[in-house]
């Protein structure tokens, strides 16, 4: 850049300073005219050449495009623009609109945007120009991942990235993976992550196609993780996502108590009532942690859940079958609600198969021929 520019933000030209200090006092306070932070003493800044103006800028704000083609937004309405937000030019400190890429509101000292006019999107200035990762597909339909637009290679591990979280499933590095050769970039893909189709035509959770995309965050219909960024969606207006982990999801049971079949969830983030109980695990996690019971402890993350309803049942509330055959028991095992009887209030409980203590009013598999009990998620493998 040359020493003078001419800003699209300001009427005047714009002069380089390196010591922005020699134009103001030394306790003078001067914030950049863009993002409003504060310009420090060794910082290169433009500044109006007019002595009796005022619009300092970082030498890295003024650089900005001032349109900019961002991946989240339909390129049919063109370049986002970077603008007085709305409120800002209606003179007023309206803080409701929020930043479509990281979904927090702008603050009242955040007066310039990345805006789209036709659909009313504005994204923070800094949200904007962070690089998305890119999405292709090929002939055959198999999709490829450049991260920042680097290489990425296949690799055992990578120490460097040990506290990351790999980009589609969210997990820590497990087996091989790529990894992204950009120095600075946490990225990695699971191998096995990197094998999702492209689109998926025979949804088990929906009736239309999905695509895969990379998206601002989303929450997943059906586990409802939520901050999802890479999902398959739902293009026929229905407004449906789904996480990459839920896409396959093939576990459908009847429920005598519901209309709809319910989709068993392993991995679920559901945080509302059981729609049998109506209570939620949270009530539980209130407590000392000492204090939650093993029942709770370890089923919490699986749910029968209907997505057309919300209609959602904790796993020990749910449509379990009514017996089982266990291999290490002889006799077939029978649900039942609780096993305590009136005499019993102050005895002590155990699971005859992990023989650790048990809670009597949760539901438990037991033997109608003989004293044998057990958790049901000791028997998960048998369910």
């Known amino acids: 850049m040359s020493n003078t520019i001419q800003h699209f933000s300001h009427s005047h030209p714009l002069k380089q300073y390196h010591d922005i200090r020699r134009k103001y006092r030394k306790e003078a306070k001067i914030n950049c005219g863009l993002c409003q932070l504060l310009v420090e003493d060794d910082q290169i800044c433009y500044d109006c050449y007019k002595w009796e103006c005022v619009y300092p800028l970082h030498k890295t704000c003024a650089e900005l495009p001032q349109y900019l083609n961002h991946g989240l937004h339909d390129s049919l309405h ?6 007085k937000r709305s409120s800002s030019n209606n003179g007023n400190n309206n803080n409701n609109t ?25 994204m923070h200035m800094t949200c904007a120009l962070i690089t998305i990762p890119i999405l292709t597909c090929d002939k055959d339909n198999n999709v ?49 992550c990197a094998k999702f189709p492209w689109k998926v035509d025979n949804s088990h959770s929906h009736h239309h196609s999905l695509a895969l995309q990379f998206s601002k965050p989303q929450s997943c219909d059906l586990c ?23 896409v396959f999801v093939k576990t459908r049971v009847s429920c005598q108590s519901h209309v709809h079949s ?19 695990y949270a009530d539980w996690s209130e407590h000392d942690h000492y204090l939650v019971p093993d029942e709770i402890s370890r089923t919490q993350s ?70 044998y009990s057990a958790h049901i998620h000791c028997l998960f493998s048998e369910l």
Request: charge should be negative; include cysteine.
């Open 78 to 83: 063109g370049p986002l623009m970077l603008q």
């Open 98 to 122: 929020t930043c479509y890429y990281c979904e927090n509101p702008f603050q009242h000292n955040e007066i310039f945007a990345y805006v789209c006019n036709q659909c009313s999107l504005h």
């Open 302 to 371: 699986f749910l029968f859940r209907c997505i057309e309803c919300d209609y959602n049942l904790h796993f020990l509330c749910g449509p379990l079958p009514s017996t089982i055959k266990f291999k290490y028991h002889i006799h077939p095992l029978t649900l039942i609600d609780h096993q305590i009887k009136k005499d019993d209030h102050y005895d002590q409980f155990y699971c005859d198969i992990c023989e650790e203590e048990r809670n009597p009013y949760f539901r438990i598999y037991c033997c109608k021929d003989c004293d």
């Open 224 to 246: 409802c993780k939520k901050h999802c960024r890479l999902i398959f969606k739902c293009h026929d207006g229905c407004n449906f996502n789904l996480c990459t982990e839920c």
């Open 262 to 280: 319910l989709y068993f969830v392993e991995k679920a983030f559901y945080k509302g009532n059981c729609s049998a109980c109506q209570k939620s």
């Open 144 to 192: 490829q991942y450049f991260c920042h637009q680097q290489l990425m290679m296949l690799v055992d591990h990578d120490n460097s990235k040990d506290q990351a979280q790999c980009f589609v499933c969210r997990s820590s590095w497990l087996g091989l993976a790529y990894s992204c050769t950009y120095e600075t970039c946490k990225n990695f893909l699971h191998s096995s």
